[in-house]
């Protein structure tokens, strides 16, 4: 089993292995993966991020839909996620989502232009969005290779209840390929 496929396995595949693995992890939907994608491969010159959206499911969080919150001053290597346009998009998805009243907020992605791993600067805003929620939260880095067509997708996860400002969970990381 690839990793890939490890962090979409089905519902009922994860719960045999949360009971030998009770680790919490980042489920990703293929619409999201392949937007991730899409958008690690458009940040060549400045830096793409935003909001995911998706469901807990027990202490995993599941991501199925991704938004972009555009940052008029992102540079090659730094996005800002500002907090009006994210709550505007946010508001704007869910009302249209209304009929799907599970998906909510889940945690945040950004890319980055090189095939680079979450920054300290990246754990440290994730140990501040577990400390803000009560609900685990997940940060998604979609990191562009150097042939500018495969993306890692690096997935962090919180467990603020049980660790309320640490990361936790497996730093999965999943590869998305041009098809
Ligand atoms: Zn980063």
Do not use: C, F, K
Not at 22 to 27: A, L
């Amino acid at each position: 089993m690839n990793i890939e496929t490890s962090i979409e396995r089905d519902v009922n595949d994860a719960e045999d292995v949360r009971a030998t693995h009770p680790v919490p992890e980042v489920r990703i939907s293929a619409q999201a993966r392949d937007a991730l994608g899409a958008a690690a491969r458009a940040s060549l010159r400045a830096e793409r991020g935003g909001i995911l959206i998706g469901y807990r499911e027990t202490h995993d969080v599941v991501v199925e839909d991704i938004l972009q919150v555009p940052d008029s001053t992102a540079g090659r290597t730094t996005y800002l996620r500002r907090e009006g346009p994210a709550q505007h998009a946010l508001d704007a998805y869910l009302d249209r989502a209304r009929a799907d009243d599970a998906l909510g907020y889940v945690g945040e992605w950004h890319t980055h232009p090189r095939p680079a791993p979450p920054s300290p600067v990246d754990h440290h805003a994730m140990r501040t969005m577990a400390r803000r929620s009560r609900q685990p939260v997940a940060l998604i880095v979609a990191a562009l290779r150097d042939d500018h067509r495969s993306v890692d997708l690096h997935a962090l996860i919180s467990e603020p209840r049980r660790l309320r400002d640490r990361v936790t969970g497996r730093h999965t990381v999943a590869v998305v390929s041009m098809e």
